[in-house]
């Protein structure tokens, strides 16, 4: 294995690949990089237990000036191998297989000689396929992750709810996400036919996939295969495992019958809600006090030993019954950030029940819950 | 005590004085902040054990907008009081002293009232003063902190090497620190006169204090009276207690000859370093070996496990006897930072004996000394 090529080009490529590679890993060959060079370019993979990401960088792309003097392949302890590509001092770089899986890294005056590992080691990526998978633009993608992925579980008793769960069904794609005290559901109509699926996927991997989705590019086939799934664009594959088990049924969960509802400017009610959300802390909980009366509407945070805010709130509309309901500002604050600019609606039903937050724009694609605190 | 100011000119001060203060201490109202608002204008008053900063905010700033409606004094918990005036709505805000020591903080709609401690038990700041004062240009106390403070000991096994030497005599001011592996001193020849003297200023102290010197003001002035040191600007007082104990001649240290001598870009070089750094991991030490021949200038770096680097090097001229010395490349990569830009010439009598490292273009006013690591 031989080849010469643009070293800031390589090195983009080996960032990504490094996202899905862990610090630590109890095989140790995942800890590295494996490099595959082919007649038609570079394959990097990396890959955790849960998520596997290859990239490939033709020989063909004009701003690699790839030479390529002989094919072959190994792995290279990743985040070192980052260190030393980073800090060579020329614009390209030689990377050469020698004997015993040593690997040689020339930039001008410099020259690195560093163990390798055999790339027959290195665990096969899953085989994934679909006959028609589903093509979505990447923006799109990345807006529905951010819009749900914050709400999943962070605990691990009831590991489904870890994961957002996506369904593709009657033409629409539905991604949801619930801690059992919030949700965060949105709904995307589909131009294109594509095959039904029902799968839940780590937060964790969105996360990284949103990171990792390439920015000059416009699309992403996402492909499904017993327990995994694959995102592909023309320059990355990204492999993600899927959460077993059955993920509750969230439909019924969104109430339809209100008493109260008030239209906020979203900036703004995040912005009061994380000033109150500063004195907070009543007991083991924190708690904010939101009062809806004729008088105005009020928000309210206490905290015991440090002491109290209260605010009154500008609001657009507000219809319905007067209500005073306490919550996890935690909560309202993630679900504002997630609406960002828009105007919102919240709707209740009484100060025990769910209540719901939607774009007042919105047409029902995008719905948010949250749970209330009893106080009494 | 009650005043109505402007909140960004307000932050800013309290963002100075925070610089001080801990996040945790043994004396809990040194984690609060002391506001006093005299008829001049406030005073801020931060604190931990070792160093103290008060900063005034005058009554005539045009910024401030300030409106006194009633002097007082009061101590809030800072990091916390912080936090509610980044976050108020309004461009101004009221700080109000209620009774009970109760403070109210308002802008526009939102009210908060927090619970504050009494001015008087807040520790006086030491009385500080100096007959002849040492002047100097900001920029340049900021350049010797940063050119001697990376050189301190982080050990406590001799606490005295923890702190900068600043030595004022015959009309020139020395600073030096060593942790007696390597050396930096600065000497700077000063125009007007001031009152001769010998201090040892803690490193950490000295960090704070360039981050905390105005940027927008000309000059500081340096005060010392017995354990105390305090740099005066117009709107600040950065106090610092100094470290006791006899700092070690380190005159007799920096050895005045030579057998052999290297010129070198500064950032180049540095950039070498740091390349060979990557493998220097050679036992419990981190060594790299520089080898000047007359076939060339080399530098090696060895990593048992993870492989060698090697790397000919460009240097502007070279003197004197061929020489192999090996080194720790942390100390390295620190004096060359240390030198920014410059070309630097690197004077060696043997492998085994402190060499010293200058600008190429300086008249001996910026010398660093580094100890070689023997490797036989």
Redesign the interface.
Known sequence: MKVTLNRSIFMQELQTALRAIPGKATMPILTGVKMELTPDGIYLTGSDADVSIETFLSKESEKAQMQIEQTGSVVI?AR?FN??VR???EDTLTIELLSNQ?VSITSG???????GLSASEYPQLPEVSSATPLKLPIPLLNQVIAETVFAVSTQETRPILTGVHFILEENQLTAVATDSHRLSQRVIPLEEAAANFDMVIPGKSLVELSRSLPEHEEFVEISIMDNQVMFTTSTMKFYSRLLEGNYPDTRRLIPTNFETSITFNGPQFL??V??AS??SNEGRYSIIRLSITNEGVMLYGRSP??????????YEKVEGEPLEISFNPEYMKAALRAFKDSQIVIRFLSAVRPFILEPAEDNGNFVQLITPVRTN
Do not use: D, M, T
């Open positions: 302890q070192f260190e030393i800090r060579l001092p040593q005056e410099a020259n690195f000689v560093v163990a912005q009061s994380e000033r500063l004195l030993e440090l002491g109290k805010v209260e605010e009154r709130l500008s």
